[in-house]
């Protein structure tokens, strides 16, 4: 075989290799996208939405730049998008109760550290209820059942607030006037291990420090303070709390580390993760964003393992196809907008954000950090408008200084984890995080009190013109750099005037 031939044979190897390469997944995901957006915000217009997407899809193939493939793919991803309608009506086919006084019994889910507290197998007037309940202050533990009074009121799937409670299974809030414990039952295998471990730290480092460290670990910010929860929200940071790619990186590097010990091939080592990312996910009650960078890493390694290109935007795209087909009405949760959110800004604007600073030597680093950071802002800002109406102009400087901090106490909190039971080891180490607790509450709030946040409403489809925006901006289109800065403005300022 002469030479030409191998190259013909290597390269021939090299795209059969290729895996997720070509983008169709992001074309896909943007059809279900506006499939969803249709069917819970638009309903009203959703027949001529999906005729002109339709029609959309064969202008496309037409023009040359869909293949029959994709063509076929998002048609069917389309037709898929309404299991959205098919959610709504079971959804409001459920016998709810009216808003009203109503007495009942309980069992107690889980208690925040803010005051609420989730009541579940409700039955009021002797109705069992579809869904949980969040009620106001009352002094009960997990798995308390008690017997209370109150005014109900059901969440609206048309607010952001209330499709991110329903997408948690919680339908209605309730203001107790009256409530008595009964007796107490065993809480879940769940709250088992979360109570172990919040117990452990607490006797280590305080409540304060216990339930921070709980916050970062279990992706839950309930566990948090009010008032520290409101400096956080207030200065865009509360993403820190979001169980992310971060997380999962620490975690899986530490269990590589590891398996790698033990001698396990590198093919081996994902199947094994799989049923720990599974126990790790259960442990942070399946939240958008932990099962996003789950999906996303588990993802990347199965194709690395198997020599196969991983492509960044797609396996995103994946980890949020799977996941919105799982559950659709996450396609208004706030948790799954910001998880997805931040990590498509890393995508499309880290590489050109980091660029000023690549030729500053050891500053570099810092410019690194920096870069990070606006990326994940600007990707931000227009879900901070939509989900609090306002965004922070002091937010890039908030998670430049708090991101690192919560980075450490991450991994401090694995150190502890192990520990817990050996209280003369873990002092030194809940010492440390309990001071960077100290000082991240201390930043937080000083932000706070000198922030003005800035106003602005947008709609949740104007959305797709932001990042549309970021899109054109990043490296991964071949446009000329005016072109580029002409169409970004454009599709940005469509954000905000849609």
């Keep these: 075989m002469n030479p030409l031939e191998y190259k013909r044979e290597d390269e021939l190897f090299v795209k059969k290799q290729k895996f997720m390469v070509t983008r169709p997944l992001p074309i896909i995901l943007l059809f279900f996208i506006f ?28 023009l040359g730049a869909f293949d029959k493939k994709l063509l ?6 389309l037709v898929l998008s309404l299991e959205g309608l098919l959610y709504l009506y079971s959804f409001n086919k459920k016998d709810y109760l009216k808003d009203g006084y109503y007495s009942g019994e309980a069992y107690v889910e889980s208690v925040h550290s803010s005051g609420k507290v989730v009541l579940e197998n409700v039955v009021l007037e002797g109705e069992k209820l579809n869904g949980k309940v969040i009620a106001n202050y009352a002094d009960v533990k997990v ?36 409530y008595r414990f009964e007796y107490t039952t065993s809480p879940s295998f769940r709250n088992r291990i979360i109570f172990f471990v919040k117990d452990g730290l607490t006797r ?44 999962i990186g620490v975690l899986s590097s530490v269990l590589s580390f590891l398996l790698r010990k033990l001698k396990l091939s590198n093919n081996a080592i994902p199947f094994v993760m799989l049923p720990i990312f599974g126990f790790y996910a259960y442990l942070c009650d399946f939240s958008p964003s932990v099962l996003r960078a789950s999906i996303m890493f588990l993802t990347a390694s199965f194709l690395t393992n198997g020599k196969f290109c991983s492509d960044k935007p797609s396996v995103l795209c ?5 996941s919105l087909i799982a559950k659709p009405i ?25 660029k000023p600073f690549s030729e500053l030597g050891k500053l570099g680093k810092i410019g690194d950090v920096l870069a990070l950071n606006l990326s994940v802002t600007i990707s931000l800002i227009p879900l901070s408008c939509l989900f609090f109406s306002s965004f922070s102009p002091l937010a890039m400087i908030a998670s430049f200084l708090i991101i690192p901090i919560t980075s450490v106490l991450y991994v401090l909190t694995l150190i502890c ?49 932001w990042y549309a925006g970021l899109f054109i901006l990043s490296e991964y289109n071949s446009l000329s750099p005016r072109k580029k800065g002409l169409l970004a403005i454009g599709f940005i300022g469509l954000t905000f005037l849609i």
Excluded at 143 to 172: Q, V, W
Excluded at 330 to 354: E, N, T
């Design 72 to 77: 076929f793919a998002c048609i069917f991803i």
């Design 204 to 247: 280590a480092a305080g409540e304060t420090t216990a339930d921070y460290l709980a916050s970062i670990l279990f992706g839950e910010s309930e566990y948090l303070s009010y008032e520290m929860k409101s400096s956080f929200t207030a200065i865009g940071a509360a993403h820190v709390f979001a169980v992310s790619g971060l997380h």
């Design 35 to 62: 499939g969803l957006i249709a069917c819970f915000f638009l309903y009203q217009y959703i027949i001529w939405i999906y005729v002109g997407l339709a029609l959309l899809a064969v202008a496309m193939f037409l």
């Design 318 to 322: 994946f980890s949020a196809l799977i």
């Design 417 to 465: 984890l192990p520990l817990i039971a050996l209280s003369f080891l873990i002092k030194p180490v809940a010492l440390a995080a309990k001071y960077l607790v100290l000082l991240s509450s201390f930043i937080s709030k000083t932000i706070s009190n000198v922030n003005v946040p800035i106003t602005l409403r947008i709609t949740p489809y104007s959305l797709l013109f």
């Design 330 to 354: 996450w396609i208004g949760d706030l948790s799954f907008a910001l998880s997805y959110g931040a990590i498509l800004g890393i995508y499309l604007l880290y590489p050109i954000m980091k």
């Design 143 to 178: 798995g308390d059942y008690i017997k209370f009074a109150g005014t109900l009121s059901t969440f609206d799937y048309h607010e952001s607030y209330g499709l991110h409670r329903i997408a948690g299974g919680i339908y209605y809030e309730m203001d107790l006037s009256f």
